[in-house]
C-alpha cells in the first residue's frame, strides 16, 4: 500500500503562515491527481486544492483562491500546500490525498476520486 505523510502543521497567529508537505512511501505508482483536503471540528470534509501530476493544472476551493498555492517539485515526490493570510475559520485538520484511478468524472476537489490519503496534520490559527 502506498504511504502518504503530512508535515508542516502547527500553530499560528491570525495573518500567518504555514506550509505543508506530503510525501509517499514509494515513488512509482501513477498519481494523476493529488490534492489537499480538511476537516474542521462540526465541519464536513472540504477539498481544498488539487493539481493535476505533472500537467500544472490546479483547482481551489472558493474560500482558499488567493491565499493557498498548492505544488510539486520537479521530481513529483513531494506535494506542498502553502497557505499564507490564515484565518482562524483555516483551523483544521489538513490531508494529503492522491488519485491514481482512471476515467473519474468527478471533480478535482470531490473526494470520491482519491484512493490513498495521509493521516493528517493539524494546523490551528488563532486571533
Known amino acids: 500500500q502506498v504511504q502518504l505523510v503530512e508535515s508542516g502543521g502547527g500553530s499560528v497567529q491570525a495573518g500567518g503562515s504555514l506550509k505543508l508537505s506530503c510525501v509517499a512511501s514509494r515513488s512509482d505508482y501513477s498519481a494523476y491527481f493529488m490534492a489537499w483536503f480538511r476537516q474542521a471540528p462540526g465541519k464536513e470534509r472540504e477539498g481544498v486544492a488539487s493539481i493535476r501530476t505533472g500537467g500544472g493544472r490546479t483547482y481551489y476551493a472558493d474560500s482558499v483562491k488567493g491565499r493557498f498555492t498548492i505544488s510539486q517539485d520537479n521530481a513529483k515526490t513531494t506535494l506542498y500546500l502553502q497557505m499564507n493570510s490564515l484565518k482562524p475559520e483555516d483551523t483544521a485538520m489538513y490531508y494529503c490525498?492522491?488519485?491514481?484511478?482512471?476515467?473519474?468524472?468527478?471533480?478535482?476537489?470531490?473526494?470520491?476520486?482519491?484512493?490513498?490519503w495521509g493521516q493528517g496534520t493539524q494546523a490551528t490559527v488563532s486571533s
Open positions: 490525498a492522491a488519485s491514481s484511478l482512471r476515467g473519474v468524472l468527478a471533480s478535482p476537489l470531490d473526494g470520491t476520486r482519491y484512493n490513498y
